[in-house]
């Protein structure tokens, strides 16, 4: 599974279209089988999107199925993550368009923070990103 790091910003255009970081873009591309794209879904613990490629949504979705079988646990998951998420596929630029629900969940207008998380990575308005990574510094 490929390592997503490091921080970037990019414009979104008026169409709701951002690039993907380059390195993001490659590593997803080269362990997929099939979709080059992406999976974007609310991130349920702070207003950002989270965002993977094909084999972590995978393995996402099988750890949600290994969750006991209608429990609110299973459930809840499937709910945030599974129903809410889109798929997003790549244009001839390495864009995506970004749904204008998750845009509003993350309170995202003109610029798009790009964060690597290992084998995620998690889209946030800039400023908003700024006050969650101070207060986790804080913590850590």
């Known amino acids: 599974m490929p390592l997503l790091v490091g ?3 990019n414009k979104i255009d008026r169409k709701g279209r951002v690039s993907v970081p380059k390195a ?3 590593a997803l591309v080269e362990q997929a089988s099939g979709f080059a794209g992406i999976y974007a879904y609310p991130l349920f613990k702070a207003r950002a999107i989270e965002a993977c490629g ?7 979705a099988g750890s949600i199925d290994d ?5 609110d646990d299973q459930d ?6 599974l129903e809410s998420a889109h798929q997003l596929p790549f244009d001839p630029e390495g864009r ?8 509003d969940h993350a309170g995202i207008t003109g610029e798009a923070l790009f964060v690597g998380r290992g084998a995620r990575f998690s889209v946030w308005d800039p400023a908003t990103f700024a006050e969650h990574r101070g207060k986790a510094f804080a913590r850590a």
């Not at 995506?96 to 845009?103: A, F, R």
């Open 7 to 9: 921080r970037y910003v």
């Open 67 to 71: 969750l006991d079988m209608f429990s």
């Open 76 to 81: 809840d998951l499937a709910s945030i993550v």
């Open 96 to 103: 995506v368009v970004l749904p204008p629900e998750l845009l």
């Open 54 to 60: 094909e084999a972590f949504m995978k393995q996402l």
């Open 24 to 26: 993001f873009r490659d």
